[in-house]
Structure formats: structure tokens, C-alpha cells
């Protein structure tokens, strides 16, 4: 499975935290890595570098390949301009078409600024959704939990 892990927001909510020329993904918010890094931690294990890609824009490159030395370089998609998400998917998808060996393989869309505390089970849901995914089962999945209150 090939992992898609989406770092290219301005994170404007979490000022002053956060700044463009460093927004929330890159900064560490608990303990000393950033939520990216957090995010790479969680999958690299278990899929390894080959098979996770970091999508950001062009400006943050420099500060994702410093602080994801384990990913190849040409697995950090560098957006051209910010155009909100569904455009972003798609360069991803892009890019990915051109790395995966089958056009069957499943994909999983993550965001690097979350924070996760059951890595165990985070892994557990990726590896069924891997499985039903590959047998066919079903052609797209969507996880995700109950927001606990309304954000704007």
C-alpha cells in the first residue's frame, strides 16, 4: 500500500504556534518531533520509505526533506500553488501513478497534523483497510472518528 500524507497547509488556527514560514505540521507541538514526523513515524515501520509519500507546497520542501531524511526525495510532491485539497489529491495521484507498480494497489490518504495516541490501532484499521481494499471488497474507504465538537 502506498501512503499519501498531506503536509501542505498554512495552519493559520494555531497561531501564534504556527506561522507560514513554518505552519503546524513542521513544528512540535508534544515532545521534541513535529506532528509530521509523528505522522511518518506511525507508518514507516510498517510500509517503509519506498511506499510513503509527503505532499506539501513548494515552499515547505527544504523544511520536509530536513526533518524526513528516511523519505526519498522523490517521494516529497511539492504542490505548485496552494489550491485547497481536491487539487492537491490529484497531483498526488499523479505522481503516484508513475510510482506504483499496479494500478490496483491501494492508497491511503493521511494529514500530518494529527496527533494520535493508538498508533496500535491506527496500524490495525490501515492493514484492514489494506485488506478489503485488495480483496476487493471495496473500491474506497473512508475512516475517520466523531469530531468531539464543531471547528471552523
Not at 500553488?81 to 505522481?95: C, N, Q
Amino acid at each position: 500500500m502506498k501512503l499519501v500524507i498531506f503536509a501542505g497547509g498554512s495552519g493559520r488556527r494555531l497561531w501564534p504556534i504556527s506561522r507560514q514560514k513554518s505552519p503546524k505540521q513542521f513544528e512540535p507541538i508534544l515532545g521534541s518531533k513535529s506532528t509530521l514526523q509523528l505522522a511518518v513515524d506511525r507508518v514507516l515501520p510498517v510500509y517503509g520509505g519506498e511506499n510513503v509519500f509527503i505532499s506539501t507546497n513548494f515552499k515547505y520542501l527544504d523544511i520536509v526533506r530536513s526533518q524526513l531524511p528516511d523519505i526519498p526525495a522523490e517521494n516529497v510532491i511539492g504542490e505548485p500553488a496552494r489550491r485547497d485539497l481536491a487539487p492537491a489529491v490529484g497531483l498526488a495521484m499523479m505522481h503516484l501513478t508513475q510510482a506504483s507498480e499496479s494500478e490496483e494497489e491501494p492508497i491511503a490518504i493521511l494529514w500530518g497534523d494529527n496527533y494520535m495516541d493508538q498508533v496500535d490501532t491506527f496500524q490495525a484499521v490501515l492493514a484492514a483497510a489494506e485488506q478489503l481494499l485488495t480483496a476487493q471488497k471495496a473500491r474506497i474507504l473512508f475512516v475517520g472518528e466523531t469530531p468531539r465538537f464543531a471547528n471552523d
